[in-house]
Antibody, heavy 115, light 112 residues
Framework: EVQVVESGGGLVQPGGSLRLSCAAS????????MNWVRQAPGKGLEWVSF????????QYADSVKGRFTTSRDNAKDSLYLQMNSLRDEDTAVYYC????????WGRGTLVTVSS | DVVMTQSPLSLPVTLGQPASISCRSS???????????LSWFQQRPGQSPRRLIY???NRDSGVPDRFSGSGSGTDFTLRISRVEAEDVGVYYC?????????FGPGTKVDIK
């Protein structure tokens, strides 16, 4: 079965850092474009970042550009989102999604930024 | 950036009746490769989003055939031929033709 499992969320103070992980099963992460999408409490979906299958293209939403970095470990079949200089408005459930059309979603991991 | 709009934002429906959600983009979603990367997602209460339709009109595996997608250019529609109780939730359209990718604001579907 094709699935992704996000982890690494938690409570962090403003200005802090957190690294999210996305473990894939049933497919090889390096063969697919991958995205991170977030959803603030009670709000809609917001695309956060994209990493191409070749690894040569990274795209970020303006709201996270310069603070968030997406990367991949082919050996572990995992995708990561390094989040620095976190702000209150980054509080959300973060989802990892497979391919350009976002075919597969995990259950998400909750990031809470609060003092 | 491409802006996605949806209407209506709230849709009370009667069980067994059809329902329709409109999605419009601020510019054409035809990619240089000829594809239109327009998808529809369903998010039931308390659950993660689930993709229903990709590239305008292709149904994902396991999606009931009462769901259908259509459209071209900048205007797209998700139709439910006969609404069932399990269809309650929020529906989002999303374009991935242009960067940044963008979701619509969502349409909340509930039962009258």
């Amino acid at each position: 079965e094709v699935q992704v499992v996000e982890s690494g969320g938690g409570l962090v103070q403003p200005g802090g850092s957190l690294r999210l992980s996305c473990a894939a099963s049933g497919f090889t992460v390096s063969n697919y474009n991958m995205n991170w999408v977030r959803q603030a409490p009670g709000k809609g979906l917001e695309w956060v970042s994209f990493l191409s299958s070749s690894g040569s293209t990274r795209q970020y939403a303006d709201s996270v550009k310069g603070r968030f970095t997406t990367s991949r470990d082919n050996a572990k079949d995992s995708l990561y989102l390094q989040m620095n200089s976190l702000r209150d408005e980054d509080t959300a459930v973060y989802y990892c999604t497979k391919d350009r059309g976002m075919a597969v979603w995990g259950r998400g991991t909750l990031v809470t930024v609060s003092s | 950036d491409v802006v996605m709009t949806q209407s209506p934002l709230s849709l009370p429906v009667t069980l067994g009746q059809p329902a329709s959600i409109s999605c419009r983009s601020s510019q054409s979603l035809v990619h240089s490769d000829g594809n239109i990367y327009l998808s529809w997602f369903q998010q039931r209460p308390g659950q993660s989003p689930r993709r229903l339709i990709y590239k305008v009109s292709n149904r994902d595996s396991g999606v009931p055939d009462r769901f259908s997608g259509s459209g071209s250019g900048t205007d797209f529609t998700l139709r439910i031929s006969r609404v069932e109780a399990e269809d309650v939730g929020v529906y989002y359209c999303m374009q991935a033709t242009h960067w940044p990718a963008a979701f619509g604001p969502g349409t909340k579907v509930d039962i009258k």
